[in-house]
């Protein structure tokens, strides 16, 4: 079988133009990407075209982050996660298998809770249930002033609607760290999830300790844990690229021993 190439689009949803890319048939897999991220960086985890040979790949920019408007300049995780709600609606999916990094996987836990039969499999990473007050902390810092000549072009390269879209990127962190009622998942509230979901933190996130993980994983009836040694925010890259991509696709597929098979860590099941 051929390799499936991607094909952009754009959909109107919920007042923005969401911009996406399809690749292949099969079952749904949703990429949601993180913070000041966009689709395209699943590309440094996966090979997204063999992805596409067995799955209908759907990866979007999250509203305000690459080609995806917003026109208020402010966010919210639950928004994002009702645009792609919105986004599946569109293209006729019904259930879907999902990995989020970061924001994506915020989002996704508003999608396992707003309507936990459509979720089969999720994988979780850098995920958090409310923001610590050591993530705000942390957030109260981010500015868009005094930004050097080498991050506007990086963030220019990513992100292609113009510096007031990079601005407000850079800007909604504090907005964040003033957040409560956002992200304020309960144990309770976690533990509607129905999908079989797969967390995935470093146990030295400056962001959201490994305790954040353990409460989601404690909270989540159908679930698992890695504990990445050493990690910080975001640990699937690098040296744990493949392991983490072999480990995410079996766990998704409901293939047995997974888990298992990841180097180091703390695995619980």
Not at 155 to 176: E, T
Not at 226 to 236: K, R
Request: hydrophobic letters at 40%.
């Amino acid at each position: 079988m051929e390799t499936a190439p991607a094909i952009g689009r754009t959909a109107s949803v919920n007042g923005i133009d969401l911009y996406y890319e399809l690749r292949g048939e099969g079952p749904p897999l949703v990429l949601l990407h993180g913070f000041t991220g966009v689709g395209g960086d699943w590309g440094h985890v996966f090979d997204l075209a063999e992805l596409g040979r067995d799955h209908r790949v759907i990866v979007p920019d999250l509203r305000g982050h690459g080609r995806s408007t917003n026109p208020t300049g402010a966010l919210t995780i639950r928004q994002c996660a009702l645009d792609v709600f919105a986004l599946l609606d569109h293209l006729g999916v019904t259930t879907f298998r999902a990995i989020g990094l970061s924001l994506g996987a915020k989002s996704l836990l508003h999608l396992a809770t707003q309507q936990p039969e459509r979720v089969e499999s999720m994988v979780l990473v850098s995920a958090a249930p409310y923001f610590p007050e050591q993530a705000r902390a942390i957030m109260r810092q981010v500015s868009d002033e005094g930004r050097s000549e080498g991050e506007w072009e990086e963030m220019r390269g990513r992100h292609k609607l113009g510096d007031a879209q990079i601005r407000a990127l850079w800007r909604q962190p504090r907005r964040f760290a003033e957040s409560h009622d956002d992200m304020s998942f309960t144990p309770p509230y976690l533990s509607t999830i129905a999908a079989r979901t797969m967390i995935v933190s470093g146990d030295s996130d400056p962001l959201y300790p490994a305790e954040i993980a353990l409460e989601i994983y404690r909270a989540i009836p159908r679930s698992c844990l890695w504990l990445v040694p050493n990690g910080g925010h975001g640990p699937i890259f690098g040296a744990w690229k493949e392991p983490f991509a072999r480990a995410a696709l079996g766990f998704l597929r409901g293939e047995q021993g997974e888990q298992a098979a990841l180097p180091g860590g703390d695995r619980r099941t």
